[in-house]
């Protein structure tokens, strides 16, 4: 039973995560070639792996050249 609640509050955790990172990525990337949809792509099929390495990386370089 305990597992079982460490796994439900981890996944409360990494969802919310993932879900930020995937809408910021479709309402935010440059629509020009293919950059949004490779970042889609990454945070959708890696999860959380992908969304650390979206906000970590892009998010900030993004924010950056709009001048935020």
């Known amino acids: 039973m305990g597992e079982l609640l460490v796994m439900l509050v981890i996944m409360a955790v990494i969802f919310p995560v993932w879900i930020f990172a995937l809408v910021d990525a479709v309402r935010f990337e440059p629509e020009t ?20 390495v979206y906000l970590v990386v892009r998010r900030p370089q993004r924010r950056r050249q709009l001048g935020h």
């Open 33 to 52: 070639g293919n950059e949004r949809l490779m970042w889609i792509l990454l945070i959708a099929l890696t999860g959380m792996v992908g969304s650390i």
